[in-house]
């Protein structure tokens, strides 16, 4: 290990590896008659239809009641099933957003139905008011293990696709073929799309849940999300170093991503650490990528010029955390880079996400882009993309069964991580910022 990487405040090796290590070994595994078990105990629902959905380290499953009525269940990790406190902090948010942002819907937890009195004497809230959303099921078999006790809840469906799925049918012209796919046009339209409902959530969460939480826990967020240890946070970047251990130099594509990511570390360090009070802090989902967004099409899909495509929610705030404010967006443009048209597109992709946000924000705010956000426009995403390559290495070593899913975000993310960091510049991203947004910008 490097001088450099070891003068990172961090925490060990063993420390910092052993939380992912334990959610990934303590996923649930529950079957089929359990799933339905708990379904018809805690909320009164026999399901017409149940599939499992892909999730690294919860168990997941599609329930559908009647045709208007759809849910997802979830079954957490053994680690965040024993978290009361952050498994209250995510009904907050969910509730709070879905309260007071109408241009996305989030997945709502629905309050059991039948309560006995073992689930009521549980510890679920801090305040002791909110309604019980959650169950726990002391027997549900663990990967790892025989048997844990595991947090169940039960969601309203989001309708829509997530945009992983959707695709661009013969890219860059104006033509559909069938109703799983969009033009070139129309993607980039429903990134920008993206880019303003990212704007109305951090207004939410800056505003009116920033004060929610201040009036009832008299702090700016959920105590949950505060002092969150977790390697996913960009500010948290010096847990990440631990994991570099595990890129084998003698490989010259593993040795390479190594120092590009030592380099960004050496920003992290000499830099961004040292003026984070630059930085306006929140509350973020903190994992919006394309997995985790839901779009949808309407009447006139396909017409030419027609506006049919649009956000319908986003999901998974199972990494949310109080960060730099920011990184709520900056996250979300990492992950578009990702995709197809962000990889073969991607100065598209950042001009229409960039506008779009800015617009929102400036409409509901007064104000865009401070100018430490635009200093560490570039840095920022590159941390995200970072995390994402060096955690994929060491998940797929970790987990080569689960390689197929790991490599989802790991192969893109090192491109798209090259991209920023080698070929793109801070100057590059103050151009375009200022490009987009009409203003005159610079890093200095």
């Known amino acids: 290990m490097s001088a450099l990487v070891e003068s990172i405040p961090t925490l060990t090796t063993e420390e910092a590896t052993s939380t992912e290590k334990d959610k ?10 359990l799933v339905n078990d708990v379904l018809s105990k805690y909320w009164g629902i026999k399901p017409i239809k149940l599939s499992a959905l892909e999730s690294y380290d919860d168990a997941n499953y599609f329930v559908r009641e009647s045709k208007d009525k759809e849910y997802l269940i979830k079954f957490y990790n053994a680690v965040e099933s024993e978290n009361y406190v952050l498994l209250q902090g995510y009904s907050s948010i969910l509730n709070h957003i879905n309260a007071n942002v109408q241009s996305v819907k989030v997945p709502v937890p629905i309050p059991l139905t039948h309560v006995n009195d073992e689930t009521s004497k549980r510890p679920h ?7 019980i959303d959650i169950c726990f099921i002391d027997t549900c078999p663990v990967l790892g293990k025989t048997k844990e006790t595991i947090a169940v809840r039960l969601f309203e469906w989001v309708k829509g696709s997530t945009l992983n799925s959707w695709t661009t049918s013969k890219f860059l012209k ?7 796919s969009v033009t070139f046009s129309e993607y980039i339209l429903l990134l920008g799309r993206l880019g303003e409902a990212i704007a109305d959530m951090r207004v939410c969460l800056d505003q009116g849940y920033a004060a929610h939480c201040m009036e009832t826990f008299g702090l700016p967020s959920h105590p949950a999300f505060m002092n969150r240890v977790f390697c996913w946070d960009i500010r948290q970047y010096g847990l990440v170093v631990p994991y570099f251990q595990y890129y084998n130099v003698k490989d010259a594509a593993e040795k390479e991503l190594l120092g590009i990511c030592e380099d960004i570390c050496r920003c992290y360090r000499d830099d961004l650490l040292i003026h984070e009070t630059e930085l306006s802090f929140g509350t973020i989902q903190g994992d919006c990528n394309d997995a985790n967004v839901v779009a949808r099409v309407s009447a006139g899909f396909g ?17 949310t955390i109080y960060s730099y404010a920011i990184n709520e967006f900056l996250i979300t443009v990492a992950y578009a880079l990702l995709t197809p048209v962000g990889l073969q597109c991607p100065e598209a992709v950042l001009s229409a996400m960039i506008t ?34 060096t955690i994929g290495h060491y998940s797929i070593i970790m987990n080569p069964e689960n390689r197929e899913y790991l490599e989802l975000h790991a192969t893109p993310a090192r491109q798209a991580l090259k991209y920023i960091w080698t070929v793109k510049t801070d ?7 200022a490009s987009c947004t009409g203003t005159s910008t610079s890093t200095n």
């Open 24 to 33: 990934s070994l303590c996923k649930p595994e529950p079957n089929v008659e």
């Open 125 to 131: 809230y801090l305040n002791g008011s909110a309604p």
């Open 174 to 180: 104006d033509e559909v073929v069938d109703t799983s």
């Open 303 to 319: 017409a030419k010029g027609s506006d049919s495509v649009h956000i319908a929610g986003i999901i998974d705030f199972g990494d």
């Open 356 to 389: 779009a946000y800015h617009k929102a924000i400036l409409k509901a705010t007064g104000s865009s882009f401070s100018p430490a956000e635009i200093r560490y426009f570039r840095l920022l995403i590159a941390l995200r993309l970072s995390t994402s390559v």
């Open 427 to 433: 100057a590059d991203f103050a151009a375009l910022i």
